[in-house]
């Protein structure tokens, strides 16, 4: 594996510390770089390149083109995704923990049930919108999802049932806050979802469905909840502090909106 992605910054390389040390004692992975290029190039001029089950972590597949791959279970812990298209990539119930995803591509994959936990994405302590991976249209429904990914676009994903949050005390005691800055969700569809805690200043929410989402003491503060679709959906102890909510529905269904915080300075 090849140093030069993950010694591009301070923070990319004490991740990568990070990882060996919290990584489970490893086999070695099923194939090498060279073998894992050698079946994309054949993919080119027949069916999609296939990886399912396969151990692929710690490999550097840095701009490597995994559209349509099949990938389902694969594991990937701690690889180098810098900048690879992983596009309608089938990913479903892939082990994607610690990986290095800055500018990767994962629109339209299949991630249902995947495991994305603590990637770096990016490469110093600065949100760069550059550098925020791409999940538009993607199907993360069921996934376990946390980490930084502040400025990330999830517009009309398939978030449905994901976890992203931390609903219980234990898990805020031990944890970092999960971080959605700024994140694109618009026309999201986040029904059932746990965005517990979950902090979401100006994520935009356009026309998303958060229907029975449990959005308690989740920061949405300067978040942009026009026309998105909130009944039933877990607000207590969220923070609306300039939460726009302009034309939202079943806004008076939501459960626990007297006890939101900062509800006078809601725009609606």
């Not at 910054?9 to 073998?35: I, K």
């Not at 559209?67 to 994607?96: E, P, R, T």
Request: hydrophobic share 45%; charged share 20%; aromatic share 6%.
């Amino acid at each position: 594996m090849r140093a030069r992605r993950w010694l591009g910054g301070s923070l990319a390389a004490a991740l990568f510390a990070g990882a060996l040390l919290s990584a489970p004692m490893a086999q070695g992975a099923d194939l090498t770089v060279r073998e894992v290029v050698q079946r994309l190039v054949k993919a080119r001029n027949g069916p999609p390149a296939d990886f399912a089950g396969l151990d692929l972590s710690f490999l550097d597949l840095s701009g490597l083109d995994f559209s349509s791959a099949n990938l389902a279970g694969a594991n990937l812990f701690a690889a180098d995704l810098v900048k690879s298209n992983l596009s309608h990539a089938n990913l479903a119930n892939a082990m994607l923990d610690r990986t290095v995803i800055i500018g990767t591509n994962f629109s339209y994959a299949n991630m249902t049930n995947v495991k994305l936990r603590r990637p770096a994405a990016f490469t110093t302590l600065e949100v760069r919108d550059d550098e925020a991976p791409n999940f538009t249209g993607a199907n993360l429904s069921g996934a376990e999802i946390f980490g930084k990914l502040s400025a990330a676009n999830f517009a009309n994903a398939n978030l449905s049932g994901a976890k992203l949050g931390q609903s219980k005390p234990r898990e805020l005691l031990t944890a970092t806050r999960n971080e959605l800055v700024d994140c694109n969700f618009s026309g999201a569809n986040l029904s059932g979802a746990d965005l517990g805690s979950v902090w979401l200043t100006f994520a935009d929410f356009t026309n998303a469905n958060l229907a029975a989402a449990n959005l308690s003491r989740a920061d949405l503060s300067k978040a942009n909840l026009t026309g998105a679709n909130i009944s039933g959906a877990n607000l207590e102890r969220a923070n609306l502090d300039g939460a726009i909510l302009r034309g939202a529905r079943g806004l008076h269904e939501a459960a626990g909106l007297e006890r939101a915080l900062n509800l006078d300075t809601i725009i609606q």
